[in-house]
């Protein structure tokens, strides 16, 4: 503040004189002499350091032709003086009137750290890149082009921002010349000279790049944003517009399309010139590919601007103008002139200047629509953008088709197999009404005339109670048997007899069956030796359900015909049935005629010692060997047979063991209930009731509501009911509803 | 820049103007794509509208620069037109409509190259006589008052397609040897490839100073 206010008392006029003591008054610029002074002493500073320079260039190079080449040398250098002189003349007063308007500018100016020496990675590429080529040039030749190179980038770095960009683009260029002359000169071959001149051209303008390209000095930005804002403006604008003939619903041409926009919006990330230049040489070569394969034939440059056109407008490329002017003025000016690359950025200048003078005429529209365009009050129907999304939109509407297609495939073959399983079911279901009914119609006969004491037992308290009475059991079956026992022996003796001949045994209802296996518990334990195991049976909580039912029930017979019944209803194959009958023969053998009976059913039936007769007795078709099969492989049979059986019989445990035979089903289902294996070991050499059992298995019976003693031995039976096949068949009992 | 033989002395820059449709493409398709069968064994690649051909021994290469025909881009394409050699101006003389805009064809070119510019008269489309709507005398005297050279060609078949682009060429190295084609003279279009001396310098400083005055 003070400093301002009063600046002559605070610096002595003889701070403003020259250093030197010449009356002249210095120059902070010059730093502190005044301008004679300061040229002496620079020109004296600067001759030995050309001299060292000079000398040690002559040692580095060892070439033949020394003398000759510092002659040359120092021509070049004479010539090279000058010319920075009288730069440095003109950089002098454009500082002095720069400088007083900017004071960062002196700073620059004064102690300039070289920025070009900074070399970045890039520039170190650049160099590898031409590493080879560069090898083979003579080190005189190399020495002059970083003497040239380093020349230029000093004053363009010095004097960016003093100079006009016309003034640099001019330097630049004669720099061009002044190498090329000098390669010239040297007599190198073309090729080679070239690719210096490349390089040069490269280096040097990727250092100076930021000093260049856009610099403050320039309007150039302001043309950027312009361009950019015009052909968002443009954005309306579509192929029709400008008559260019662009498939636009070929992909092949669209990738194209995006190909070339990528190359021109790969033109700002370059640095050098030719590498600009480059960029948009692919991005044309590109637009006269997808012409090609639009028109298809070769494209001529009629449609080749418009399609052009049609591409900046879309790409609206960053910093368009910038580029152009860049190339223009940095670009060696022989690659702008001739070649390919000339050809089409002339064209992109065409291009874009057509862009910027775009009228309502030079798009045949009518004055009125061009300006709703333009103000964006109307949108055109068919624009690019609109066609892309369009496009877009189509291809994920067919991708989504074609996934609905196959799920709607899927989803028939679904309903088909549904359809299927429940015309299946239906028949199945059906089956069983008709066999249940001609069981029951057959049955009925029998039990009807029996079965009117099963009423009472049909009250379910019974079977809930029955549980519990287990261990009395044993010791009850002498009272309870009294009335109700005998009836159901009875009624399993009249069975037995019957059941052998028929081979279905159908029972009035399941109410009754429970009732009857309700009753027939306390008759099991009534009756001698057979029974007393009946009874246990049935009070063993293992019993599978249908099995504890069948146990319950006194009749062996009755118990097969049981679970026959169940079988049937649950639509499971005679497998099933032979593997209950088996079962619920040996249950009920064990309590009239244990499992001798089984075995000879067995035999008796399907030929085979080994296979379960039962299934023969039973109505279904498909018995024996899938049953067998089944059984086999039933994870119950497993689980269930081996632990209790193993140590009660060594027969059952066997035939538990092995799989798939029919001694082993019918033991299985046994098994599940340890107590009744374990008493039928005994019973087993007793083969007169095997006989009985046979008829047994072959009746069927219904046993839905009667409540299962041993959870897993139902949920075993379940199972197996719903895999038809691999059920044994032994224990198939479900529900009849 | 081009890659590939240096071994020809010059270099000329052609322009094919026109209206749309006039064959302008055809034509420079019809004369380069001959470049691939002999005159050319060692060129490398396929070079952007060039050919070698060999004039009075020299050889030179053409190089032919395409443009736009359509009025709309009239007004942006004049930097076409800066340091052609030679202009090839083609009308279809199937359509008279086409012969009419020569003379705004001839005003632009005029104005836009330098004078010892060579202007080659084309009629193309010859092939098809039958449909002709420009007589060929009617064009010839157009030529003759403008100074033009003239030939009826067509591309389809080839007739005096290499013809007309040889003849401009010799014209062109005519001129060179008259000295009246300033080879160091900005718009010129002739560069002169193998290293002489001098021409260079000035050529390259008004080739600037003519691109900074672009409006691109």
Redesign the interface.
């Known amino acids: 503040m003070f400093t301002k206010k009063n600046p002559a008392l605070r610096i002595d006029e003889a701070d403003l004189k020259c250093k030197n003591g010449c009356d002249f008054f210095g120059n902070p610029e010059w730093d502190g002499y005044c301008s004679h002074c300061y040229y002496k002493e620079r020109d004296q500073k600067k001759s030995p350091s050309r001299g060292e320079s000079a000398s040690r260039g002559s040692q580095d190079k060892d070439s033949p032709l020394p003398i000759t080449m510092a002659k040359r040398f120092s021509k070049f250098e004479e010539k090279k003086q000058q010319q920075r002189q009288q730069q440095e003349k003109r950089n002098k007063f454009s500082k002095l009137a720069s400088s007083l308007r900017k004071s960062t500018s002196i700073r620059d100016s004064g102690r300039l750290p070289e920025p070009w020496l900074e070399q970045s990675p890039e520039v170190e590429r650049i160099k590898q890149e031409y590493a080879s080529q560069l090898s083979s040039i003579s080190p005189e030749v190399s020495q002059y082009m970083n003497k040239y190179i380093q020349a230029l980038c000093r004053t363009v770095c010095s004097d960016a921002n003093n100079m006009s960009i016309?003034e640099l683009?001019?330097k630049v260029?004669?720099f061009?010349?002044n190498l090329?002359?000098c390669?010239?000169?040297q007599?190198i071959?073309?090729?080679l000279?070239?690719q210096v001149l490349?390089y040069c051209e490269k280096f040097t303008m990727t250092i100076l790049y930021r000093n260049l390209f856009c610099p403050a000095t320039t309007t150039d930005e302001e043309k950027d944003l312009a361009i950019q804002k015009r052909i968002r403006q443009l954005s309306w604008v579509n192929a029709k517009h400008l008559?260019c003939r662009i498939n636009e619903t070929n992909k092949e041409v669209r990738d194209l399309v995006y190909t070339s926009f990528t190359d021109l919006l790969g033109m700002d990330s370059e640095k050098a010139p030719q590498d600009k230049l480059q960029a948009v040489v692919k991005c044309c070569r590109n637009i006269f590919l997808l012409l090609q394969s639009s028109v298809g034939g070769?494209?001529?440059?009629?449609e080749?601007?418009?399609a052009l056109i049609f591409i900046v407008l879309k790409a609206n490329p960053a910093r368009l103008k910038s580029n152009?002017h860049f190339i223009?003025?940095f670009c060696?000016?022989?690659?702008?002139?001739?070649?390919?690359?000339g050809?089409y950025f002339?064209n992109?200048?065409?291009?874009?200047?057509?862009i910027?003078?775009m009228t309502a005429?030079?798009?045949?529209l009518p004055e009125d629509e061009f300006e709703q365009y333009m103000s964006g009050e109307v949108v055109p129907t068919s624009t690019w953008d609109s066609s892309v999304m369009m496009y877009e939109g189509i291809s994920l509407m067919y991708e989504h088709l074609v996934a609905l297609d196959d799920m709607h495939k899927r989803a028939d073959s679904v309903l088909e197999n549904t359809d299927v399983l429940m015309n299946k079911m239906k028949d199945l279901s059906h089956q069983i009404k008709i066999r249940v009914d001609d069981i029951l119609a057959k049955t009925q006969i029998n039990l009807s005339t029996e079965k009117v004491p099963t009423d009472i037992d049909t009250e379910n308290p019974l079977l809930e109670l029955l549980p519990p009475p287990i261990a009395p059991m044993v010791v009850a079956p002498v009272t309870q048997n009294t009335p109700e026992s005998g009836k159901l022996n009875s009624l399993s003796e009249k069975k037995s007899l019957i059941l052998p001949g028929i081979t279905k045994y159908a029972f009035p209802s399941d109410s009754e069956l429970d009732a009857l296996g309700a009753d027939r518990t306390p008759g099991d334990g009534a009756l001698p030796l057979p029974m007393s195991d009946s009874q246990e049976f049935l009070l063993t909580p293992s019993s599978t359900y249908g099995f504890s039912a069948l146990d319950e029930l006194a009749t062996p017979d009755e118990l097969c015909a049981a679970q026959a019944s169940l079988n049937f209803v649950q639509g499971l194959s005679a497998v099933n049935y032979d593997i209950d009958i088996s079962d619920t023969s040996a249950d009920s053998s064990a309590g009239v005629s244990p499992h001798p009976s089984i075995l000879s059913v067995s035999e008796n039936k399907d030929g085979s010692p080994e296979t379960a007769s039962v299934p023969a007795t039973d109505p279904h078709p498909d018995p024996d060997p899938a049953s067998l099969l089944d059984t086999s492989e039933s994870p119950t049979s497993k689980l269930l047979l081996p632990s209790p059986m193993k140590p009660v019989a060594p027969e059952p445990c066997s035939g538990l063991d092995k799989e798939s035979f029919p001694e082993e089903q019918s033991s299985t289902p046994v098994h599940s209930q340890g107590k009744l294996i374990s008493q039928k070991p005994p019973e087993v050499p007793t083969n007169a009731t095997s006989s009985n059992y046979e008829s047994f298995t072959a009746q069927g019976w219904k046993i839905q509501s009667i409540p299962c003693d041993t959870g897993t031995s139902d949920l075993n039976n379940t199972n197996r009911t719903k895999k038809p096949k691999d059920d044994p068949g032994k224990l198939m009992y479900c529900d009849l509803d | 820049m081009s890659v590939g033989p240096y071994n020809y002395s010059y270099i000329f820059k052609y322009i094919i103007i026109g209206d749309m449709g006039v064959g302008k493409s055809c034509l420079l398709h019809q004369f380069t794509e001959k470049k691939f069968m002999s005159d050319c064994p060692h060129t490398i690649g396929v070079e952007f509208g060039t050919r070698i051909i060999e004039v009075s021994g020299q050889k030179i290469k053409l190089q032919i620069w395409d443009t736009a025909g359509q009025e709309r881009f009239r007004a942006v394409t004049r930097s076409y037109y800066r340091g052609a050699a030679g202009a090839l101006m083609v009308y279809d003389i199937t359509r008279r409509s086409t012969y009419n805009h020569l003379s705004s064809w001839l005003t632009d070119t005029r104005n836009l190259t330098n004078p010892s510019t060579v202007i080659f008269l084309i009629g193309n489309k010859c092939d098809l006589n039958a449909a002709r709507d420009v007589t060929y005398e009617e064009a010839k005297q157009f030529a003759d008052e403008n100074g033009l050279m003239f030939v009826e060609a067509s591309a389809k078949s080839g007739e005096n397609v290499e013809e007309a682009f040889l003849e401009t060429a010799k014209k062109i190295y005519q001129s060179i040897q008259d000295g009246r084609l300033d080879l160091n003279a900005a718009e010129s279009g002739v560069q002169h490839k193998p290293s002489q001396p001098g021409g260079r310098n000035t050529l390259v400083n008004d080739q600037t100073a003519s691109k900074d005055s672009c409006s691109c």
């Open positions: 016309d683009s001019e260029q004669k061009y010349q090329s002359k390669m010239d000169a007599n071959n073309q090729e000279k070239e490349d008559d070769p494209a001529s440059a009629d080749f601007l418009p152009i223009t003025r060696n000016a022989s690659r702008l002139m001739t070649g390919e690359g050809y002339t992109l200048c065409c291009a874009v200047s057509f910027e003078n005429q030079s798009l045949s």
